[in-house]
């Protein structure tokens, strides 16, 4: 196996979580009270319990490098994810960024910013 990171990061509410990541097409990897691991492909999320995390002040994030972001973007579309400029959860249409790669951003139900960035 390559060496990887999996970002770690807060769910106030595990069941809530796993149902919008699920949407996405991640499955559940891991879970008890205490953390709970969700796959898609390679791609492998880890979360802790934050309980009283405040989403509107939230600065947790990763990114996620896919093959294709259009595809879990669509996905996230087609489960009701909208596109709009605030509130959780959101998305935001891919565009090719000043570094020269295409990122799509989805920010989930906890206020964690998710880069999807083009491989």
Request: charged residues 25%.
């Amino acid at each position: 196996m390559a060496d990887r990171a999996t970002p770690n990061l807060p769910s106030r509410d595990f069941e809530v979580t796993a149902q919008f990541y699920t949407a996405l097409g991640f499955e559940q990897g891991w879970r008890d009270e205490s953390w709970m691991i969700l796959e898609r492909g390679d791609a492998m999320l880890e979360f802790f319990p934050f309980p009283d995390l405040d989403p509107l002040s939230s600065s947790f994030g990763c990114c996620l490098r896919l093959d294709d972001i259009d595809a879990i973007y669509a996905q996230a579309f087609a489960a009701g994810v909208p596109e709009q400029c605030w509130g959780m959860p959101r998305l935001h249409p891919a565009k090719v960024e000043a570094s020269g790669k295409r990122i799509a951003y989805l920010v989930d139900p906890d206020g964690t910013l998710i880069r999807l960035v083009q491989n």
